[in-house]
Each structure stands twice: as C-alpha cells, then as structure tokens.
C-alpha cells in the first residue's frame, strides 16, 4: 500500500488516527452535556440538543477545536474537564509499535493536529507519544485548520516538506481532501477512528483498520 522509500515526510493526526476517537466523542457528546448541566443546573437532555447544534455550527472552523472558546461560551473549564475523564484516552493498536518504526527511519515524522494546545498537552503527558515525533503541530499556530488548503501552505513555510514526497494520515475526509488539493501525494485514512462505531465500509482514500498494515516500515536512508 506505501511504498516507503518514497516518503520524506510522515504526517500524522491525531484524534482517531493515533488515538482512539472514542473519548472525543463521549466527552462532547455525553459528559460535556452532563457536566454543562449539573454545573448549571438545567435539564441534561435538553443542554445536549442544545450544546450539540451549537457544535455543528463550529464545524469545520478553529473555534469547533477551540477549548479556550467553548470554555468561554459555556462558563466552565473545558480543559479541567477533560482531566476527570483522561483515563479513556487510549492509543489505538500497534501504534506505538509503528511511531518506534519511524522514529528509526530516515523521514520527518511530524503530529499534525487541529486539537487545541490544552488538548494536546493533556493527550502528550496520558500517552507518553510526545517524544516520538520530530515536531508537534498545532493548526491554531497557523490561524486555519486543516481542512483550509492554506493551513498546508503556511506549515511548508514553517517546516518545510516536498508534498510529492509526504504521507499524511489522518480519520477526517474533509482534511485529506483539503491536502489532496495542495498536492500531498501520499493519503491514507482509517476505517474505525471510534472503536465503538462500526467500521466504515467505503472511503474515498486508501484506508486500513490498524497500523500494522503497513508495516514493517523499510526506509532507513543512506
């Protein structure tokens, strides 16, 4: 599926690529409105309908990735939040073994990710990833996300990268459409970013289900 002596570059997402989506998606869709609601004191059913549509209409901006613009726009401390639920963050299988891979490589290995910095702090110091990547991206350094082609064009600019020769993996079709445009050659995504959702059963881009299908890596360079 790769053929890894043609790749200089790995770019990696986070959520529902390297990590299991599944805590995102409780904490946003469940305990978010519980906790929204105890703390303020208003029917839970209710403030998830509610909290829901207010989400959607974020979608695809930097405010839906924001913490420090929900936390502002709901009064409570996302980020502290996260923290009561931290131990569902989980690392999907064979990971761990395939970001050692390419730390023995020849490529750039670089996390590129829209989640905000609390997020990725938070999600660093549960999973011990952080030293396995040459660089951490964060799309709100940039002031666009990745679904935005010029979020690829101001990275180039940062940490430059040949887009012939990059691989980025990553769950979200919007995003790998967005890179596909720029010129990223090299795309694969997922088929189960959420552990608890079926597996998608037709993607637009190669998929695979674990990490382990596209190992063992062979790129060790000169």
């Known amino acids: 599926m790769i053929n890894w002596q043609s790749i200089e ?29 105890d703390i ?24 839906w990735y924001c913490l420090d613009y929900w936390s502002e726009q709901l009064q409570v401390d996302i980020p502290a939040l996260k923290r009561e639920v931290e131990h569902m963050i989980t690392i999907r299988p064979h990971v761990l073994s395939f970001l050692q891979q390419l730390q023995q490589s020849s490529m750039q290995v670089m996390l590129v990710t829209n989640a905000h910095q609390h997020s990725l702090d938070i999600k660093m110091d ?12 964060v799309s709100h350094d ?21 887009p012939a020769t990059t691989l980025l993996i990553d ?34 881009f190669p998929a695979i289900l674990h990490f382990d299908e596209i190992m063992p890596i062979n790129n060790t360079g000169s």
């Open 142 to 162: 940039f002031k666009r996300p990745k679904e935005q082609r010029e979020f690829w064009q101001r990275l180039k600019i940062r940490h430059p990268y040949n």
């Open 40 to 63: 303020h004191q208003q029917d839970e059913q209710q403030c998830r309908i509610d909290l829901t549509a207010r989400f959607e209409q974020q979608r695809g901006n930097l405010n």
């Open 126 to 137: 549960k999973t011990g990833l952080r030293p396995l990547f040459d660089k951490l991206v």
């Open 171 to 204: 769950d979200t079709l919007s995003v790998l459409r967005s890179a596909q445009d720029y010129g990223i050659q090299h795309l694969l995504t997922l088929l189960q970013p959420d552990s608890q959702q079926r597996k998608r059963e037709h993607t637009e």
């Open 9 to 37: 570059t790995v770019m990696l997402d986070m959520d529902g690529t390297l990590l299991d989506l599944h805590f995102d998606n409780f904490f946003w869709l469940q305990y978010l409105p519980k906790r929204f609601a």
